[in-house]
């Protein structure tokens, strides 16, 4: 295995420490920087020489980091640019426009992926089934489309993670939906996009590659502690909380009783949506399977979380490939990746 320079950017303030010596379990899993600590670990670990820098909103930290370190790969762990989710594409087309290879989405990919309605409408366009749903620009009154039908979600339209979603979002009439829209266009300070809420299991499907994929096995988030007729909702809580977690028996596991059919079914129609929304490197699908059999899109992550024991990493070894595999595959996939084959 050639041993690279890698240049590792992560968001100003995640830095990950040279050490974990002292922390406990919990501190640990809710460092907001482990993710980090885990990849340029395991890239030290697998003999490559890494860098790592913290980008808040100047380009002139990489070209200096670029012209000094000189890397063969910058190793993209950014999720914004100068404090904004939608400005992440823009890291990606600067290194492209250098020519430095990277880990990861592409720019385009980013972009469509990140819109959730946009990707919704391409999706709806290909016949693949999504929640109908509909869209809150900031500044504008909430008119509930007539065929819109409660329970609706309310989420924003651009940001992951679980940022601001709770028990709250989801509503069942016209004044708590006004509600919850505002307090997505004032506290996340992004557009909502409200859908009908799919009443079931939520399916996590992780990938990687380019242009061969590979489909890990499908995982699902339970909660084991949820009283029955209780919604599932993947709040942040649910998602980062380690004490929350133990409370509600929140878990993310391998999906259990799915029958055959259904399971061939889930992977030819992530194969679609990833070559759909033009996605490169790895990422992540999410559906929702209703009581009837029903699959419904909900959103795709292009760049999950890498953390080790998070779901992405554990479906991955579900599979037979090791922590450590699955970086240098990150790694390999971005050091493949041509920008200029679309075009050609």
């Avoid at 016209?174 to 506290?187: D, G, I, T, Y």
């Avoid at 949820?226 to 878990?251: C, E, M, S, Y």
Wanted: glycine share 6%.
């Amino acid at each position: 295995m050639r041993k690279l320079r890698v240049l590792t950017l992560v968001a100003e303030g995640l830095e990950p420490p040279a050490t974990v010596v002292g922390l406990s379990d919990d501190e640990l899993a809710a460092a907001a920087w482990k993710t980090e600590y885990d990849v340029v670990v395991t890239l030290e670990d697998l003999g490559h020489r890494v860098h790592t820098i913290g980008v808040h909103s100047d380009l002139a930290t990489i070209r200096t980091a670029i012209e000094e370190f000189r890397p063969h790969i910058a190793f993209n762990l950014l999720e914004e640019f100068g404090g904004l989710a939608i400005f992440d594409q823009h890291v990606v087309n600067y290194l492209e426009l250098t020519r430095l290879p990277y880990t990861g989405c592409n720019p385009r990919g980013l972009m469509i992926a990140r819109d959730k309605a946009l990707s919704k409408k391409l999706l709806t366009y290909h016949r693949i089934p999504v929640p109908a749903f509909a869209v809150f620009r900031v500044g504008r009154r909430v008119r509930r489309p007539r065929n819109l039908h409660f329970p609706l979600f309310v989420k924003s339209a651009v940001e992951d993670a679980s940022l601001g979603i709770s028990r709250a979002s989801l509503v069942h009439d016209n004044e708590s939906l006004e509600k919850r829209v505002a307090f997505v266009h004032e506290h996340v300070r992004t557009d909502a996009i409200a859908e009908e809420f799919i009443d079931g299991r939520e399916l996590y499907v992780g990938m990687t590659g380019n242009h061969r994929l590979e489909v890990f096995p499908i995982w699902e988030l339970v909660f084991e502690n949820l009283d029955d007729g209780t919604p599932l909702i993947a709040t942040g809580h649910a998602k980062w909380n380690p004490k929350f977690q133990r409370k509600w028996g929140v878990t993310s596991r391998a999906a259990e009783g799915l029958p055959d059919g259904l399971v061939r079914r889930i992977y030819q129609r992530c194969r679609r949506i990833y070559r759909i929304l033009g996605l490169s490197g790895y990422a992540r699908i999410d559906f929702r399977l209703a009581a009837d059999g029903s699959l419904f899109f909900l959103e795709a992550n292009p760049n999950p979380a890498l953390a080790y024991g998070e779901d992405f990493s554990e479906s991955a070894e579900t599979k037979g490939v090791a922590y450590d595999q699955l970086i240098q595959r990150i790694v390999n996939l971005g050091m493949r990746w041509d920008p200029t084959r679309r075009a050609r």
